[in-house]
C-alpha cells in the first residue's frame, strides 16, 4: 500500500515567510511524528499526534512551530517568521497502534520536505 | 535522558566485505533500538528493530545486528556489502511515550557508507 507522503518534496521561502508543510500518514495510523533533520545530523523530534490530539509537543523549537492533525489523519507543520537556521528537511512518520502493552510500532517515515530559508 | 552516538562518521569497505557499523546508547530502561537507512533524497527505511527476547536480530536485505547490554552496544553487521547498500546508517534508541503509547526515537549523528567496486 501507499507509504507516508509528505508534500510539497521542496520549499524555498525567504525569511520572515510563513510556511506549511503537509504529511499524509498510511492509512489506519493512530499516531504520527514530525522530526526534523538538519544537514549532517540525524532526524530530532518534534512532535508526536495521537489521533487528533498532540501527546507530545516537547521537541518544538519556539512557538514559531505549531502543528496540527484536526480530524486524526493528514497533519500540517506550520512556521512562523521562518528563520534560516530553519533550513532542514522535515521528516514525518506513522505507526500503528501499539498491540500490546511494552511493544513499541516501529515509525514508517516520508521522504521529507527540504525547506530553505534564504 | 536517552542517546545514541555513532562514532563512525564515514565508513569505506570494498563491494563483498564484511561491514560492522557501532552503535552505542545511553538509556535508564530496557531500550527499544533500531536501525535505519537513508538513501540520498529518500526517507529513513527500518532495517531491523529489538524490542526483547534474542539478543541477535535479523533484518532486511541480510544486516543483522547484536544487541549487548553490558556493553550498551547495537551493532549493525553484514556478512558480504553489495554497491547498492551505500547510503546512510541511522541507529535510534526508543522511549515509550507514556500517552497514547507512543515512540519517541532518539537518532545518531549517522554513519555515511561507501562502497568501492
Known amino acids: 500500500g501507499a507509504g507516508v507522503s509528505q508534500t510539497p518534496s521542496n520549499k524555498v521561502t525567504e525569511k520572515g515567510k510563513y510556511v506549511e508543510l503537509r504529511c499524509d500518514p498510511i492509512s489506519g495510523h493512530t499516531a504520527l511524528y514530525w522530526y526534523r533533520q538538519s544537514l549532517g545530523q540525524g532526524p530530532e523530534f518534534l512532535i508526536y499526534?495521537?489521533?487528533?490530539?498532540?501527546?507530545?509537543d516537547s521537541g518544538l523549537p519556539n512557538d514559531r512551530f505549531f502543528a496540527v492533525r484536526p480530524e486524526g489523519s493528514v497533519s500540517t507543520l506550520k512556521i512562523q517568521r521562518t528563520e534560516r537556521g530553519y533550513s532542514a528537511v522535515y521528516l514525518c512518520?506513522?505507526?500503528?497502534?501499539?498491540?500490546?502493552?511494552?511493544?513499541?510500532?516501529?515509525?514508517?517515515f516520508g521522504n521529507g520536505t527540504r525547506l530553505t530559508v534564504t | 535522558a536517552q542517546s545514541v552516538t555513532q562514532p563512525d562518521i564515514h565508513i569505506t569497505v570494498s563491494e563483498g566485505a564484511s561491514l560492522e557499523l557501532r552503535c552505542n546508547y545511553s538509556?535508564?530502561?530496557?531500550?527499544?533500538l533500531f536501525w535505519y537507512v537513508q538513501s540520498p533524497g529518500q526517507g529513513l527505511q527500518l532495517l531491523l528493530k529489538?524490542?526483547?527476547?534474542?539478543?541477535l536480530v535479523q533484518g532486511i536485505k541480510g544486516f543483522e545486528a547484536e544487541f549487548k547490554r553490558s556493553q550498551s552496544s547495537f551493532n549493525l553487521r553484514k556478512p558480504s556489502v553489495h554497491w547498492s547498500d551505500a547510503a546512510e546508517y541511522f541507529c535510534a534508541v526508543g522511549a515509550h511515550i507514556l500517552t497514547g503509547g507512543g515512540n519517541k526515537l532518539t537518532f545518531g549523528t549517522g554513519t555515511q557508507l561507501k562502497v568501492e567496486l
Open positions: 512518520a506513522s505507526s500503528s497502534p501499539c498491540p500490546r502493552q511494552g511493544y513499541n510500532s516501529p515509525l514508517h
Open positions: 538509556y535508564g530502561a530496557t531500550p527499544y
Open positions: 529489538y524490542f526483547s527476547g534474542d539478543t
Open positions: 499526534f495521537q489521533g487528533t490530539g498532540a501527546a507530545d
